[in-house]
């Protein structure tokens, strides 16, 4: 029998729930995440819950949004307006974190969901948290994007995205 979406859900809320709460992270079920507001706009870890029919996987994605960037930017795109105030200015996965190409938990029974969060929570520790609180300004979101704008993105499948964002950074934060 595999584990429900709403049981996985419910169980990192009881395990990681103190710990982000401690950091000002909201559990968020609805958008299957935790989120902590902030002047700019918002960070959050999201658990994208895949099941199947024997085994579920879990992937962990960190978010960034810059509120300045997505209101100028969002309109340009093509993404549902439904997803509006959701949208991020960076998305990286745990895996490209961490320099994998992929990093998914599969878990069968509750001993690998345990053992799953043991790993997420300690992922958070030693990247996550420094990840999204050394990124979250305008101006560290600016370097990200334009940095390098030749090579590939950590941050984004879709390249215009990224264009439209990081010319949009760099004409906030008044970069040539």
């Known amino acids: 029998m595999t584990l429900s979406n709403d049981f996985i ?17 909201s559990p968020m079920p609805a958008k299957v995440q935790f989120r902590r507001m902030g002047q700019a706009g918002f960070q959050n870890c999201l ?17 960034v949004r810059i509120d300045k960037i997505e209101e100028i930017v969002f309109p340009y ?14 998305l990286i996965s ?19 969901l345990d053992y799953a969060i043991h790993q997420i929570n300690n992922f958070l520790w030693s990247q996550g948290f420094r990840f999204l609180a050394e990124n979250r300004s305008l101006a560290k979101a600016e370097t990200l994007l334009n940095a390098q704008p030749e090579a590939p993105s950590l941050f984004f499948h879709n390249q215009f995205h990224r264009y439209l964002k990081g010319i949009t950074a760099a004409y906030v934060t008044r970069k040539p």
Not at 77 to 90: G, V, W
Not at 94 to 112: P, S
């Open 9 to 25: 859900w419910l169980y990192l809320v009881e395990e990681l729930g103190e710990e982000m709460g401690n950091r000002k992270f």
């Open 94 to 112: 745990e895996a490209k974190l961490l320099g994998k190409r992929i990093k998914r938990y599969k878990i069968r029974d509750v001993y690998e």
């Open 77 to 90: 795109t093509r993404s549902s307006l439904s997803f509006k105030e959701d949208s991020h200015t960076l």
């Open 47 to 63: 658990f994208n819950i895949t099941t199947y029919e024997d085994v579920v996987y879990i992937e962990v994605q960190l978010g």
